[in-house]
């Protein structure tokens, strides 16, 4: 994290083409080693993230109807907007007290907090139709997975000079998307290959909720953590 933001005072965008000034902006990002360390951290996380998806497939799975399902997901997704401004403002908290620690220590909270939320999601709450259960603990775990990005971005604004806040947000931006695509796929494998997912089942099979719930589990797990550790 040893860049200072005053780094930026030497990156005026180089004159000539587009093309020109686009690569000696991503090549400048790139030599960054935070940016590097923070994108490979990102990696893990971002495939984590695209699986969780499915948890609209195991509710369904787990015999809620459809809308419920959907409605109970929209509860993951209230949390993680309203994590990005509880983030923010403990971000802002955590930094006068410990500025070089408090970010680390908090975006690692963030992260592995995935784990805890999603066993209980998918092994502690109790059985039956309880659908406000769902979404209010969903958006528990919603509101606290979104920690780590806003400290991320936090961290790219201070390491890299307003002109190249463009490449930075860009790069990262890509190489998560890309890595992020193999989480849903992923977990698919898992849930068919060891755990007996059944293909033909549509809705309400308890059986096949536990098999794509153990994926999903197995490979967030393995994912947040990894990502926490980095």
């Not at 604004?157 to 860009?170: G, L």
């Not at 992020?180 to 549509?202: L, Q």
Request: glycine share 10%; charged share 15%; proline share 6%.
């Amino acid at each position: 994290r040893g860049e200072p933001a005053a780094a930026g005072a030497r990156a005026e965008r180089p004159r000539g083409g587009g093309a020109a000034a686009l690569r000696e902006s991503f090549a400048e990002v790139w030599r960054s080693a935070t940016f590097r360390a923070i994108c490979l951290q990102g990696l893990f996380g971002s495939s984590a993230w695209a699986a969780l998806p499915y948890l609209t497939l195991w509710l369904e799975l787990s015999c809620f109807a459809n809308a419920r399902a959907a409605a109970i997901y929209a509860g993951f997704t209230a949390g993680s907007a309203c994590g990005s401004l509880v983030g923010g403002a403990l971000l802002d908290a955590a930094s006068r007290a410990s500025p070089e620690r408090a970010p680390v220590w908090l975006a690692q909270l963030s992260v592995f907090a995935g784990i805890p939320g999603l066993a209980v999601v998918l092994y502690g709450l109790p059985p039956g139709r309880r659908a406000p259960l769902f979404a209010l603990v969903l958006f528990a775990m919603g509101s606290t997975m979104t920690w780590c990005q806003i400290i991320n971005n936090t961290v790219f604004s201070a390491i890299m000079p307003p002109s190249r806040y463009d490449a930075v947000f860009a790069l990262d931006s890509v190489f998560e998307g890309v890595f992020g695509a193999i989480g849903s796929p992923a977990v698919g494998f898992i849930a068919d290959r060891y755990f007996g997912y059944s293909r033909d089942v549509s809705s309400c099979s308890p059986s096949d909720a536990n098999a794509r719930g153990s994926g999903l589990m197995i490979f967030c797990s393995a994912t947040f953590t990894v990502a926490g550790v980095l």
